[in-house]
T-cell receptor, first 111, second 115 residues
Protein backbone atom coordinates (compact mmCIF):
# COMPACT_ATOMS: atom_id res chain seq x y z
CA UNK A 1 0.00 0.00 0.00
CA UNK A 2 1.23 3.46 -0.87
CA UNK A 3 1.98 5.50 2.23
CA UNK A 4 0.96 9.10 2.73
CA UNK A 5 2.66 11.98 4.50
CA UNK A 6 0.73 14.90 5.91
CA UNK A 7 1.71 17.81 8.15
CA UNK A 8 0.56 17.09 11.70
CA UNK A 9 -1.25 20.40 12.12
CA UNK A 10 -2.33 23.55 10.29
CA UNK A 11 -4.18 26.73 11.11
CA UNK A 12 -6.57 28.61 8.89
CA UNK A 13 -8.51 31.85 9.33
CA UNK A 14 -12.27 31.58 9.14
CA UNK A 15 -13.55 32.46 5.67
CA UNK A 16 -10.23 31.79 4.02
CA UNK A 17 -9.35 28.79 1.90
CA UNK A 18 -7.74 25.88 3.70
CA UNK A 19 -5.20 24.00 1.60
CA UNK A 20 -4.20 20.65 3.06
CA UNK A 21 -1.27 18.90 1.37
CA UNK A 22 -0.61 15.19 1.12
CA UNK A 23 2.45 13.44 -0.23
CA UNK A 24 2.02 9.98 -1.75
CA UNK A 25 5.17 9.58 -3.80
CA UNK A 26 4.91 5.78 -4.02
CA UNK A 27 1.37 5.75 -5.39
CA UNK A 28 0.75 3.22 -8.13
CA UNK A 29 -1.36 3.54 -11.24
CA UNK A 30 -4.48 1.86 -9.88
CA UNK A 31 -4.55 3.65 -6.56
CA UNK A 32 -7.04 6.37 -5.72
CA UNK A 33 -6.60 9.24 -3.30
CA UNK A 34 -9.32 9.56 -0.67
CA UNK A 35 -9.91 12.23 1.91
CA UNK A 36 -11.85 11.74 5.10
CA UNK A 37 -12.15 13.97 8.12
CA UNK A 38 -12.95 13.36 11.75
CA UNK A 39 -14.52 16.05 13.83
CA UNK A 40 -13.80 15.66 17.51
CA UNK A 41 -15.63 12.71 19.10
CA UNK A 42 -17.40 11.77 15.87
CA UNK A 43 -16.88 9.03 13.32
CA UNK A 44 -14.84 9.80 10.20
CA UNK A 45 -16.68 11.46 7.34
CA UNK A 46 -15.97 10.99 3.63
CA UNK A 47 -15.03 14.17 1.77
CA UNK A 48 -13.83 13.37 -1.74
CA UNK A 49 -11.72 11.01 -3.82
CA UNK A 50 -9.92 11.03 -7.16
CA UNK A 51 -7.60 9.11 -9.47
CA UNK A 52 -5.77 11.65 -11.59
CA UNK A 53 -8.19 14.38 -12.53
CA UNK A 54 -9.06 17.23 -10.24
CA UNK A 55 -12.36 16.73 -8.48
CA UNK A 56 -14.85 19.06 -6.86
CA UNK A 57 -17.97 18.48 -4.81
CA UNK A 58 -20.09 20.49 -2.43
CA UNK A 59 -17.57 20.06 0.37
CA UNK A 60 -14.17 20.50 -1.21
CA UNK A 61 -11.87 20.34 -4.20
CA UNK A 62 -9.11 17.81 -4.74
CA UNK A 63 -6.09 18.79 -6.80
CA UNK A 64 -3.79 15.93 -7.84
CA UNK A 65 -0.43 16.74 -9.42
CA UNK A 66 0.27 15.45 -12.88
CA UNK A 67 2.76 12.88 -11.62
CA UNK A 68 0.22 11.90 -8.92
CA UNK A 69 2.86 12.01 -6.21
CA UNK A 70 1.03 14.60 -4.18
CA UNK A 71 -2.38 16.16 -3.79
CA UNK A 72 -4.07 19.07 -2.06
CA UNK A 73 -7.48 19.18 -0.46
CA UNK A 74 -9.02 22.63 -0.66
CA UNK A 75 -11.82 23.85 1.57
CA UNK A 76 -12.71 27.07 -0.25
CA UNK A 77 -14.23 29.02 2.64
CA UNK A 78 -13.29 27.40 5.91
CA UNK A 79 -15.67 27.73 8.85
CA UNK A 80 -15.19 26.92 12.52
CA UNK A 81 -17.11 23.69 11.91
CA UNK A 82 -14.32 22.55 9.58
CA UNK A 83 -11.98 22.17 12.54
CA UNK A 84 -11.11 18.47 12.42
CA UNK A 85 -8.43 15.90 11.66
CA UNK A 86 -8.13 15.37 7.91
CA UNK A 87 -6.92 12.03 6.59
CA UNK A 88 -5.42 11.45 3.17
CA UNK A 89 -5.65 7.77 2.19
CA UNK A 90 -4.40 5.93 -0.85
CA UNK A 91 -6.27 2.81 -1.83
CA UNK A 92 -6.44 0.58 -4.88
CA UNK A 93 -9.64 -0.69 -6.39
CA UNK A 94 -8.55 -4.23 -5.59
CA UNK A 95 -7.80 -3.50 -1.98
CA UNK A 96 -11.28 -4.43 -0.96
CA UNK A 97 -12.69 -2.42 1.88
CA UNK A 98 -9.52 -1.48 3.65
CA UNK A 99 -9.03 2.13 4.57
CA UNK A 100 -5.63 2.57 6.20
CA UNK A 101 -5.69 5.75 8.25
CA UNK A 102 -2.46 7.57 9.05
CA UNK A 103 -2.08 10.31 11.62
CA UNK A 104 -3.74 12.97 9.47
CA UNK A 105 -3.57 16.75 9.69
CA UNK A 106 -5.27 18.52 12.55
CA UNK A 107 -6.81 21.63 11.02
CA UNK A 108 -7.76 24.45 13.36
CA UNK A 109 -9.98 27.13 11.88
CA UNK A 110 -9.70 30.30 13.92
CA UNK A 111 -12.06 33.29 14.00
CA UNK B 1 -31.95 7.72 6.72
CA UNK B 2 -30.74 7.26 10.29
CA UNK B 3 -27.21 6.43 9.28
CA UNK B 4 -25.13 3.76 10.94
CA UNK B 5 -26.40 3.06 14.44
CA UNK B 6 -24.15 1.82 17.22
CA UNK B 7 -24.96 0.77 20.74
CA UNK B 8 -24.12 1.33 23.45
CA UNK B 9 -22.52 4.74 22.97
CA UNK B 10 -20.52 4.35 26.17
CA UNK B 11 -19.53 1.22 28.05
CA UNK B 12 -17.61 0.92 31.28
CA UNK B 13 -16.74 -2.56 32.44
CA UNK B 14 -14.29 -4.40 34.61
CA UNK B 15 -11.42 -6.50 33.42
CA UNK B 16 -12.48 -10.04 32.66
CA UNK B 17 -16.05 -9.19 31.75
CA UNK B 18 -17.61 -9.89 28.38
CA UNK B 19 -18.38 -6.86 26.24
CA UNK B 20 -20.72 -6.84 23.24
CA UNK B 21 -20.85 -3.92 20.85
CA UNK B 22 -23.68 -3.65 18.34
CA UNK B 23 -24.06 -2.11 14.93
CA UNK B 24 -26.91 -1.56 12.51
CA UNK B 25 -25.62 -0.61 9.05
CA UNK B 26 -27.40 1.65 6.59
CA UNK B 27 -30.18 -0.27 4.88
CA UNK B 28 -29.11 -1.71 1.57
CA UNK B 29 -25.38 -1.53 2.25
CA UNK B 30 -23.55 -4.74 1.43
CA UNK B 31 -20.36 -4.05 3.38
CA UNK B 32 -19.86 -3.62 7.10
CA UNK B 33 -16.61 -2.63 8.80
CA UNK B 34 -15.40 -2.56 12.41
CA UNK B 35 -12.61 -0.13 13.33
CA UNK B 36 -10.87 0.66 16.59
CA UNK B 37 -9.33 4.00 17.51
CA UNK B 38 -6.76 4.61 20.23
CA UNK B 39 -4.31 7.42 20.86
CA UNK B 40 -1.38 5.07 20.40
CA UNK B 41 -2.45 3.25 17.23
CA UNK B 42 -4.91 5.64 15.62
CA UNK B 43 -7.76 4.24 13.52
CA UNK B 44 -7.32 0.62 12.49
CA UNK B 45 -9.57 -1.80 10.65
CA UNK B 46 -10.42 -4.91 12.65
CA UNK B 47 -12.67 -6.86 10.29
CA UNK B 48 -15.10 -6.38 7.46
CA UNK B 49 -18.04 -8.30 6.02
CA UNK B 50 -19.57 -8.53 2.58
CA UNK B 51 -23.13 -9.83 2.40
CA UNK B 52 -22.82 -11.01 6.02
CA UNK B 53 -19.67 -13.05 5.31
CA UNK B 54 -16.35 -12.08 6.95
CA UNK B 55 -13.89 -11.16 4.22
CA UNK B 56 -10.82 -9.91 6.08
CA UNK B 57 -10.28 -10.37 9.80
CA UNK B 58 -6.53 -9.84 9.75
CA UNK B 59 -6.89 -6.81 11.99
CA UNK B 60 -8.59 -8.66 14.83
CA UNK B 61 -6.04 -8.43 17.63
CA UNK B 62 -6.46 -11.85 19.19
CA UNK B 63 -8.85 -14.67 19.97
CA UNK B 64 -10.56 -12.64 22.66
CA UNK B 65 -12.19 -10.65 19.85
CA UNK B 66 -14.95 -12.08 17.69
CA UNK B 67 -17.40 -10.52 15.25
CA UNK B 68 -20.58 -11.82 13.72
CA UNK B 69 -23.12 -10.62 11.23
CA UNK B 70 -26.19 -12.89 11.50
CA UNK B 71 -28.18 -10.82 9.01
CA UNK B 72 -27.89 -7.79 6.75
CA UNK B 73 -29.07 -5.37 9.40
CA UNK B 74 -27.07 -6.36 12.46
CA UNK B 75 -23.53 -7.06 13.55
CA UNK B 76 -21.81 -7.59 16.88
CA UNK B 77 -18.25 -7.26 18.07
CA UNK B 78 -17.56 -9.24 21.20
CA UNK B 79 -14.59 -9.09 23.55
CA UNK B 80 -14.27 -11.94 26.03
CA UNK B 81 -12.56 -11.55 28.41
CA UNK B 82 -11.98 -7.82 28.24
CA UNK B 83 -8.69 -6.23 29.31
CA UNK B 84 -7.76 -2.61 30.12
CA UNK B 85 -5.78 -2.35 26.87
CA UNK B 86 -9.03 -2.88 24.95
CA UNK B 87 -10.16 0.57 26.05
CA UNK B 88 -10.79 2.50 22.85
CA UNK B 89 -13.47 3.94 20.60
CA UNK B 90 -14.95 1.29 18.33
CA UNK B 91 -16.49 2.46 15.08
CA UNK B 92 -18.76 0.59 12.76
CA UNK B 93 -19.05 1.67 9.11
CA UNK B 94 -20.99 0.48 6.10
CA UNK B 95 -20.82 0.99 2.37
CA UNK B 96 -22.70 0.04 -0.75
CA UNK B 97 -19.62 -1.43 -2.36
CA UNK B 98 -15.88 -1.30 -2.18
CA UNK B 99 -13.71 0.03 -4.96
CA UNK B 100 -13.45 3.67 -5.99
CA UNK B 101 -17.05 4.58 -5.32
CA UNK B 102 -17.39 2.69 -2.10
CA UNK B 103 -17.81 5.53 0.35
CA UNK B 104 -17.77 4.27 3.91
CA UNK B 105 -20.26 5.82 6.29
CA UNK B 106 -19.25 5.70 9.93
CA UNK B 107 -21.36 5.45 13.03
CA UNK B 108 -20.87 7.62 16.12
CA UNK B 109 -18.73 5.02 17.84
CA UNK B 110 -18.82 3.16 21.15
CA UNK B 111 -16.46 4.44 23.81
CA UNK B 112 -15.25 1.48 25.81
CA UNK B 113 -13.43 1.76 29.10
CA UNK B 114 -12.17 -1.42 30.73
CA UNK B 115 -11.12 -0.93 34.36
Amino acid sequence: DAKTTQPPSMDCAEGRAANLPCNHSTISGNEYVYWYRQIHSQGPQYIIHGLKNNETNEMASLIITEDRKSSTLILPHATLRDTAVYYCIVRSYNQGGKLIFGQGTELSVKP
Amino acid sequence: DAGVIQSPRHEVTEMGQEVTLRCKPISGHDYLFWYRQTMMRGLELLIYFNNNVPIDDSGMPEDRFSAKMPNASFSTLKIQPSEPRDSAVYFCASSLRTGPGGTQYFGPGTRLLVL
